[in-house]
């Protein structure tokens, strides 16, 4: 893929400059690519309704063709152009929660060329609410197909800086709207089904949802590369990865610790570089020994934030290893476990 320069547009979060937005709108129009923040994570752009633009994606992201792509739309109204027998709780959900972090799995409308879903008949469709995303795809006033902003299988990208180091001279142009607020994706329900079933943790927790589907379950398929079947983006086993070895530890609070501080000593004796991420009450913990660490934070909202801005810090500190532990399996924490189940490949430390 030939090199070109992209051009970084400096937009304010909250009021976002109209000629930089059009200036955006009229590449995406063009069949360029453009990344922006929305609330969840930086998104790679291109028109939904163009097959090329949308290839081009694919090419930047180093992204299997196997792994649909999300659309996302400004309006309700919209949302008949992309997708096809719409169920009532559709719209139920969308009046609940868009705009925001909630994707919707839905029959695909024949409008969308084939490669948005990697050759399936459903679509991926979400509403953002970040103020750039919105001036954004109004300005365009196209479907706009966008998954993370980044390398495929690296840590999604929070801010214009990541999105950078991943893809410059790859892609068009980067809207500069600062750091992303909930730093993970949004949550993904297939409503295809007899019965909804939740794909992907996310923004919305599974217990906001079960407001309205009490039933609803996690349906845990994780995939590899070459595996067909992908039903929704974020997906794959390797995903979301730094390029240090991530270990995951399982088990009850009292024994993590400890059993993290024997693996990194065991590491380091290896002459192994290690990190540890961990919130702000663990950092002191580890203090004695000669490692790298990351605070996430004091709260689920606050590691969330900053999960995938913390591994790439210790990407960029060198290390070999990242340790790091789970944060529960409710709430925001079971999205968080998600994300890093798929940075460690699959593999988990029980203890």
């Known amino acids: 893929m030939p090199d ?20 955006a709108a009229s590449i995406l129009a063009g069949g360029g690519l453009v990344a922006f923040p929305t609330e969840t994570v930086y998104g790679l ?9 949308v290839a081009r994606i694919f090419a930047a992201k180093g992204r299997p063709a196997s792994d649909p792509i999300i ?21 139920e959900l969308a009046q609940q929660f868009w705009p925001g972090p ?11 060329p084939a490669n948005v879903s990697a050759g399936m008949a459903t679509v991926a469709v979400r509403m953002p609410s970040h103020p750039v995303a919105v ?13 993370s902003a980044n390398r495929f ?30 730093g993970v994706e949004s949550t993904i329900l297939n409503l295809t089904k007899d ?34 079947g992908i039903e929704a983006p974020g997906m794959l086993y390797k995903h979301y990865s730094p390029r240090a070895e991530l270990q995951l530890f399982n088990g009850a609070a009292d024994v993590l610790l400890p059993a993290m501080r024997i693996r990194a000593i065991e590491q380091i004796e290896r002459g192994k570089r290690v990190g540890f991420l961990l919130p702000d009450s663990e950092v002191a913990s580890v203090s004695d ?54 940075a460690a490949e699959g593999h988990i430390i029980e203890v």
């Open 4 to 23: 070109f320069t992209t051009r970084v547009l400096p937009i304010s979060p909250d009021s976002p400059q109209p000629e930089s937005i059009r200036e």
């Open 45 to 53: 752009g291109a028109n939904a309704l163009d097959a090329q633009a």
């Open 71 to 91: 659309v996302h739309l400004y309006d309700l109204a919209q949302l008949p152009t992309v997708a096809v027998n719409i169920p009532d709780l559709a719209y």
């Open 102 to 112: 909630l994707t919707l799995v839905l029959q695909r409308n024949d409008n969308l």
């Open 135 to 147: 001036a954004l795809l109004r300005a365009a006033d196209l479907p706009i197909a966008a998954p």
């Open 153 to 182: 299988a690296r840590p999604s990208a929070t801010t214009a800086a990541h999105v950078l180091e991943d893809l410059a001279g790859r892609i068009d142009c980067i809207l500069d709207g600062g750091a992303t607020v909930i």
């Open 195 to 228: 019965q909804p079933v939740l794909l992907r943790p996310g923004g919305i927790t599974m217990e906001t949802l079960r407001n309205i589907i009490p039933d609803l379950q996690l349906v845990s398929k994780h995939l590899h590369e070459d595996e067909q």
């Open 289 to 342: 020994l000669p490692v790298e660490t990351v605070n996430l934070g004091a709260t689920e909202s606050e590691v969330s934030h900053n999960l995938f801005s913390a591994m790439r810090s210790l990407d960029q500190a060198g290390v070999d290893v990242i340790l790091v532990h789970g944060f529960g399996q409710s709430g925001l924490g079971l999205a968080l476990w998600d994300r890093l189940l798929r």
